[in-house]
């Protein structure tokens, strides 16, 4: 038997074929897998891209090979797959779909490139050419499908398959999952080539960004991939190996790898492992850490998270899960503690903090920030987060610090700036106030530097303001979002002589102003707009229509009730609500209903006084990170 860890580029790039036999199950890896796999992928062409190197490999497990017969002169050899069909297949379908990619779009030296790690070219020497120029053979099943997949473009394949597809072209869900496989595969390649370029034909794309990204996709799946290749020998019972490489047990997780690591270390510097034990590790035997959660696309136990945040925040930088274990060694090395007892002190340091991030208790102004970023699931910040709760700046420093990390991720989320980054700001900004402390004043010199890029920068309080008057909230912003800046808006909008405490579990959105307003709710000029918004409609009467229109989801046509008075108010005329917003005994409703109508003027004013409220609740941060001047947020 011989084993070795060999990349994927290769393992595909030598003479030989692959056939998975006829007992083995067909291919099954569907969205659950190949998510994942996508963002390793997407994630280490980042890191190449921005970098130019990759700092770890990312190892996919094994595959167990057996030779189907003894080399013959002229012909190919072939290897049985004992295990491993999966994690092959879904290479090849992956390069198949990055090759036509680069065909589509006119690159035709990376194609033959590719097409070479899928099918021996012409001028390869076999016996039979019709099956050895496939370097993979699947099941009989898989067989007919995967040929096509390898030989035709993405096009034809489309046209081949015409039920596996809706009209639109998008893939329908029950299609085959090797087909399913290479539209996914095809499709988010093509994304991430021309992401941030919107342009209307391919002709009009930077080409040169186009290469550069595809040739990163291809380059590290083709070098920074690996599998443990192990070749049985005739001799070797594969089934015996097979069975103790699938045995069944649960799976490591990293922090488990990071124990067996930490307390190695420690007994061969003959340190008193079991006080290490009891005064450190014991904290991560305790069962919050071993539940399971839910992070993006990746499931883990939550141990696991909290080391990747940790991680990040010492080191300012982005931290791969997939190769938690590697980053951690990487990170000892790097830092060079004293002793094991000084190296676990900086993991558990955090572990309260974390806590609270987690389960947020209590109303300090943590778990304020808690309670927003589970809300705006933005875990993304927790690394910023650890490093400001361990520094040593003053507590209303801190504080202030955590209403400002809210407040960027608010107001993006009202201005409709994407999240899409956040990964890299938070970490970033985090290394900001690690190299020249942590103070507002150090948090408002990283976003100086972001002011013109709609991808990270700090939105001003005009850019907030706008968003208040003019933009559609609902069904832009998730509901669970939309209510917690409706509760905080209700609340910042309380003072000393209203009732104070917290609202009533369950409370729901409701439009002042409903949805379908047409019947029970004249235009401002008093002109009634037709059940369709279209019979009748004269060029004035259509630019007043639109006006409504375009407000009719803005946040200041939205409030909160219960979801009784919600379903009995209904499209009621504004008459008939004012009652139940007086008794909902919120402040915001009984101004709403102070109005002798509601329209779109009566929507501005309380869109000034949102403004008004937004920009002191969701503060920006300020040099001097002084509080506002009636403490109330």
Same mark, same amino acid.
């Given at each position: ?48 891209? !921005? ?76 016996? @039979? ?32 398959? *015409? ?40 002709? @009009? ?120 274990? !590697? ?64 520094? @040593? ?114 409370? !729901? ?12 709710? *004249? ?8 059940? @369709? ?62 109005? *002798? ?37």
């Amino acid at each position: 038997m011989d084993a070795k860890p060999l990349s994927i580029g290769k393992i595909l790039s030598e003479r030989q074929r692959f056939v998975v036999p006829i007992y083995q199950r067909t291919y099954a890896w569907n969205k659950r897998e190949l998510e994942p796999l996508f963002d390793q992928i997407e994630g280490k062409s980042d890191e190449l891209l !921005s970098t130019g190197k990759v700092a770890f490999s990312h190892y996919m497990g094994a595959l167990l090979l057996i030779p189907d017969a003894d080399p013959v002169f002229g012909r190919i050899q072939a290897f049985n797959v004992v295990d491993g069909q999966q994690r092959l297949t879904t290479f090849h379908l992956c390069f198949a779909a990055l090759r036509d990619v680069a065909t589509d779009y006119g690159f035709h030296d990376v194609a033959r490139q590719l097409s070479d790690l899928v099918l021996h070219s012409d001028g390869t020497p076999m016996q @039979d050419p019709s099956t050895e120029r496939y370097k993979l053979e699947p099941t009989t099943y898989d067989r007919a499908m995967f040929r096509d997949l390898v030989n035709l473009g993405w096009r034809a394949i489309a046209k081949k398959y *015409p039920d596996a597809f809706y009209k639109n072209g998008k893939i329908h869900p029950t299609a085959p999952e090797p087909l399913w496989a290479y539209w996914y595969f095809w499709t988010e390649a093509e994304q991430y080539i021309t992401e941030g370029q919107k342009l209307p034909a391919h002709a @009009d794309y930077d080409q040169a960004v186009l290469r550069k990204r595809l040739v990163a996709l291809s380059t590290v799946l083709f070098e920074h991939f690996r599998l443990i290749v192990i070749t049985l020998a005739a001799d070797d019972d594969a089934q015996v190996i097979f069975e103790t490489l699938n045995s069944g047990g649960k799976p490591l997780a990293a922090m488990d790898l990071v124990r067996n690591d930490v307390f190695h270390r420690a007994n061969r510097r003959n340190e008193d492992q079991a006080a290490l034990l009891d005064q450190h590790w014991s904290e991560f035997e305790q069962p919050f850490w071993k539940q399971e959660q839910t992070q993006g696309r990746i499931k883990k136990p939550r141990i696991d998270f909290f080391l990747g945040h940790v991680l990040a925040a010492e080191q300012g930088k982005v931290v791969a899960l997939g190769e938690l274990f !590697s980053e951690y060694k990487a990170f000892v090395a790097k830092r060079g503690f004293a002793d094991t007892a000084a190296e676990l002190s900086a993991l558990t340091a955090h572990a309260p903090t974390y806590r609270l991030l987690v389960e947020p208790t209590g109303t300090s102004a943590l778990a304020r920030l808690s309670r927003r970023l589970n809300t705006f699931d933005v875990s993304t910040a927790f690394p910023l987060v650890l490093v400001i709760a361990a520094s @040593d700046a003053t507590d209303a420093v801190k504080d202030r610090l955590y209403d400002v990390v809210a407040s960027y991720v608010i107001r993006r989320a009202l201005c409709y700036l994407t999240p899409k980054n956040y990964n890299n700001i938070f970490v970033e900004v985090a290394a900001q106030l690690t190299a020249t402390g942590v103070s507002e004043a150090s948090f408002l010199a990283y976003f100086e530097g972001k002011a013109g890029s709609d991808t990270s920068r700090f939105p001003t309080d005009a850019d907030l303001e706008s968003a208040i008057l003019l933009r559609p909230q609902y069904g832009w912003i998730p509901q669970n979002r939309l209510r917690l800046i409706l509760e905080e808006l209700e609340f910042a909008a309380r003072d000393r002589f209203n009732i104070n405490g917290s609202l009533q579990e369950g409370l !729901s959105i409701e439009h002042i102003m409903p949805q379908s307003w047409m019947a029970s709710w *004249p235009l401002q000029s008093g002109a009634i707009a037709p059940a @369709d918004l279209m019979t009748g409609v004269d060029a004035e009467l259509r630019a007043e229509i639109d006006r409504r229109t375009a407000v009719i989801h803005t946040l200041p046509n939205l409030t909160l009730l219960t979801p009784p008075a919600n379903s009995q108010v209904g499209n009621s005329g504004f008459a008939g609500k004012k009652t139940r917003l007086a008794d909902s005994l919120l402040k915001t409703n009984i101004a709403i209903a102070s109005e *002798p109508d509601w329209h779109e003027e009566a929507m501005r004013r309380r869109a000034m006084s949102i403004a008004a409220l937004g920009v002191r609740l969701w503060p920006s941060p300020d040099r001097s990170g002084a509080m506002p001047d009636d403490g109330s947020v």
